[in-house]
């Protein structure tokens, strides 16, 4: 076992030494809700493991607004363009719900990338499900409707939250869902109508688990099948 106990599945999946000189030269810390990890064509200063909450990434358009393309939390990482050797991205980052993660200087991970064959590996593993999720939220957003679509996004922040209750703000939810938060309203009240959440004043409470899961599009069991493979679950 890592001495630390990291519940960041990536960190978990590490061969021991890795992880621990990882963690060695990484910071505990607790990520506020719109705390901002990174902006776009500025030089990445760190790269972050998420042990909870939701890390949100988005892409800035040319006329201001941002436009959700993934979701981080505990399954995976931030600062990708690092471990292939670029110190800049074009996304925005910043979190979505309040979690904690471990985050360690972009400039020692290039280190321990260049050092650790290993890590190279699990990160290259890491960037496949990422990139399945980039696609994925494209398809998913013109084929399946609210509701489906709402029903998959919490499944995955309940598993990242590792908890039934969060906060999740109606402008969040609409911005990953790319809808007004009229279309927000309806999706979650006919959620809540069918037992299945609770949402009150921005915060969500999962009721039927089984429910949602039913509820949801399929994309949330592909996602999710998908990584387990890639990463050996």
């Not at 030494?17 to 506020?32: Q, V």
């Not at 020692?108 to 696609?135: E, G």
Request: with cysteine.
């Amino acid at each position: 076992m890592i001495s630390t106990n990291p519940r960041n599945n990536l960190l978990r999946r590490l061969p021991l030494n890795i992880a621990e000189t990882i963690l060695k030269s990484a910071e505990f810390t607790h990520l506020d809700l719109r705390d901002t990890l990174s902006e776009p064509n500025i030089p990445i200063r760190s790269v972050v493991f998420p042990e909870s909450g939701v890390i949100s990434v988005l892409l800035k358009m040319e006329n201001e607004s941002l436009i959700e393309i993934a979701t981080v939390g505990n399954e995976g990482m931030l600062g990708l363009p690092i471990a292939m050797g670029i110190d800049t991205s074009q996304e925005m980052v910043f979190c979505q719900v309040t979690g904690t993660a471990w985050v360690i200087p972009a400039e020692i991970f290039a280190q321990l990338v260049k050092k650790h064959p290993d890590l190279k590996l699990w990160c290259d593993r890491y960037s496949v499900i990422f990139f399945d999720q980039v696609a994925r939220n494209a398809a998913c957003s013109r084929s399946h409707d609210v509701s489906k679509r709402c029903a998959r996004w919490l499944l995955q922040t309940q598993d990242r939250c590792q908890q039934n209750e969060f906060v999740l703000t109606q402008e969040f939810l609409a911005l990953m869902l790319g809808v007004s938060r009229t279309s927000v309203n309806i999706a979650a009240g006919a959620l809540a109508k069918n037992g299945l959440i609770t949402y009150v004043r921005g915060r969500v409470k999962v009721l039927d688990r089984d429910g949602l899961e039913k509820a949801s599009c399929s994309c949330y069991a592909s996602m999710r099948d998908f990584a387990a493979k890639v990463m050996k679950y």
